[in-house]
Nanobody, 123 residues
Framework: QVQLVESGGGLVQAGGSLRLSCAASGRTFSSAAMGWFRQAPGKEREFVAT????????YYADAVKGRFTISRDNAKNTAYLQMNSLKPEDTAVYYC????????????????WGQGTHVTVSS
C-alpha cells in the first residue's frame, strides 16, 4: 500500500507560481512512477505530468508544457509539481498518483491516489 498526501495548493493570480508536493508513505516510493492529474469543475480528470521512478524521464500534457515541471526526491519520498505562469484555466483540484510500473498518461492505470489539493488561479 502507498499513502499519498498532496499539499501546496491555494489561490494565486494569473502569471503567478505554485509548487505542489506529494508526500508518500508505505511501499517503496523510489520504485514508483508518479503522476500529476487535475480535475476542473464539471470536467473529467486529465493528465498533467508524469515522472519515471529514477527521475530521468518526464512527460507533460501539451497544455502545461514549458510552464510546469515535475520532479521527485526519492530520499524524501516526495514528488513535486512546480507550476509557473499560471492561467485561470489551470484552476482545478490537483491529484498525485503512483504506480509500480512504467510511466503512463492514463489515469486508469495508476494504483494509488492522493486526496487532492485545490488550485485557484484568478484573472
Amino acid at each position: 500500500q502507498v499513502q499519498l498526501v498532496e499539499s501546496g495548493g491555494g489561490l494565486v493570480q494569473a502569471g503567478g507560481s505554485l509548487r505542489l508536493s506529494c508526500a508518500a508513505s508505505g511501499r517503496t516510493f523510489s520504485s514508483a512512477a508518479m503522476g500529476w492529474f487535475r480535475q476542473a469543475p464539471g470536467k473529467e480528470r486529465e493528465f498533467v505530468a508524469t515522472i519515471r521512478w529514477s527521475g530521468d524521464s518526464t512527460y507533460y500534457a501539451d497544455a502545461v508544457k514549458g510552464r510546469f515541471t515535475i520532479s521527485r526526491d526519492n530520499a524524501k519520498n516526495t514528488a513535486y509539481l512546480q507550476m509557473n505562469s499560471l492561467k485561470p484555466e489551470d484552476t482545478a483540484v490537483y491529484y498525485c498518483a503512483a504506480r509500480f510500473r512504467g510511466v503512463t498518461t492514463d489515469a486508469a492505470l495508476y494504483d494509488y491516489w492522493g486526496q487532492g489539493t485545490h488550485v485557484t488561479v484568478s484573472s
